[in-house]
Every structure is written in structure tokens, then in C-alpha cells.
């Protein structure tokens, strides 16, 4: 039988994951890392911190074992360990959504009404690409874009959308459906597309969730250096 100091050991080493964890930023960090691999400078934009600050909770994630590295030049890069990594994020954020009696409010402050924003779910989202009858958007940032994306998907961020707009539109019969995605179900970057769509007089719906739960389901994601493939 194990002894009480090694038990309480093996248990702390559990709870530093989740300690790794116990920040918005770092928690926000893992959900930019889940879109795949990015360097200390964008990440610090992203997540709205000093590149001092996001270097200091990359380094708590990465003494945790949920975060690796890669230098290229001056530049590190990071990404997470494993896809593992991603299950435990959506689990975690599944597990608030259910529990937490303010995560309602709290989303809804940030997002907004979206009651008027309908949703497509994946599998309607697969039969339809596959019968043409739909144009995908990628409204993240590029770089998450290049890292991988739904088969197919037109890339738009969305600071780019109302500029490129007309242009996106050149090729889409009127009253073709457009749907947009991003990085999941908290993410804003498609609600802000579609109600720019529907202003604009297009239909258009978002994605149920994003692309980390649309490649972990196994569906056809493609990279900027790659062809389509299985997720």
C-alpha cells in the first residue's frame, strides 16, 4: 500500500495542471493555442497582455506539460503538447457551461444577443459542402487560417470582412447560403461575420462551434502547405 506522503504527492502533481489553468488569460491562451502553433508576439496580441506578461503564463502552461516550444531565429513558438490537451480544455469549458450558474451571463455579456444568429450544425454543414450548396468562411485570424482549416473554407478574417465583402461575393449566386466559423462556441469572430452578412442582405448562418471541434470529429480539414485531408 502506498504511503500518505506519496499519495498526497501524486495528488498535488494532478492539481498542478488544473492550477496551470486557474487564469482567464492562460485558459484564453490554450484556446488561440487550439487553433494551432503560434509565436510569443501574436499570442501576446491576442490575448490583449504585455509580450513580459503572456511569456510569464506560456511558462506556467509549459511547466504544467500542456504547452511545447519551438525556436525559429529569435522567435519561439508555441503550441499545445498534444490534442489531449484540447480535450481537456473543451471538458473543462463543457463542464462550466453546465455547472456554473453565471456562465450564462457572462457569455452573454461578451457575445451579446444571438438570438437572431442561426446555427448550422456539422453534420448539416458536411452535406452541404459535399451538394455545393454552401460557401464557408474562416473568419480567424490568418496565421490560424494557414495552420489549418475546414476543407474548402475561404479565408476572411473578420477585420478584413466589410472591406473584401463585395469581392467575397463576386462568385455567390444570390441567395446562396454563407457560413461562417471560427474558434468555437465562445468565440465572436462569426456571430460579428454574420450579422455583417445579414445587414448586407445575404443569408448566412455561423457554425455550431469552431474548427478544433470540426477537425477533432474527424472531419476534412486542408493547411496552407497541405491538401485536404481527414481531421
Sequence with gaps: ????????????????VAKA??????AELIDVLAQGERHVDELAAEIGQSVANTSFHLRA????????????????????????????????????????????????????DRDELEQVTRDELVRRIAAGEVLVVDVR????????????ARSVPVDDLT?????????????????????????????DAVRALLAGGRSARRLEDGFPEWRRAGLAVESATSGARPG
Design 1 to 16: 500500500m502506498g504511503h500518505r506522503d506519496a499519495k498526497d504527492a501524486l495528488f498535488d502533481g494532478f492539481a498542478e
Design 21 to 26: 489553468l486557474a487564469s482567464g488569460r492562460r
Design 61 to 112: 502552461l509549459a511547466g504544467a506539460g500542456l504547452v511545447t516550444t519551438r525556436r525559429e531565429g529569435t522567435r519561439i513558438h508555441y503550441r499545445l503538447a498534444s490534442e489531449r490537451v484540447v480535450d481537456l480544455w473543451v471538458a473543462l469549458r463543457d463542464v462550466a457551461a453546465a455547472h456554473h450558474a453565471r456562465l450564462d451571463d457572462l457569455a452573454a455579456a461578451y457575445l451579446g
Design 141 to 152: 485570424p490568418a496565421a490560424e487560417y494557414r495552420s489549418g482549416h475546414i476543407a474548402g
Design 163 to 191: 472591406a473584401r465583402l463585395a469581392e467575397l461575393l463576386t462568385d455567390v449566386p444570390d441567395g446562396a447560403e454563407i457560413v461562417a466559423y471560427c474558434r468555437g462556441p465562445y468565440c465572436a469572430y462569426a456571430d
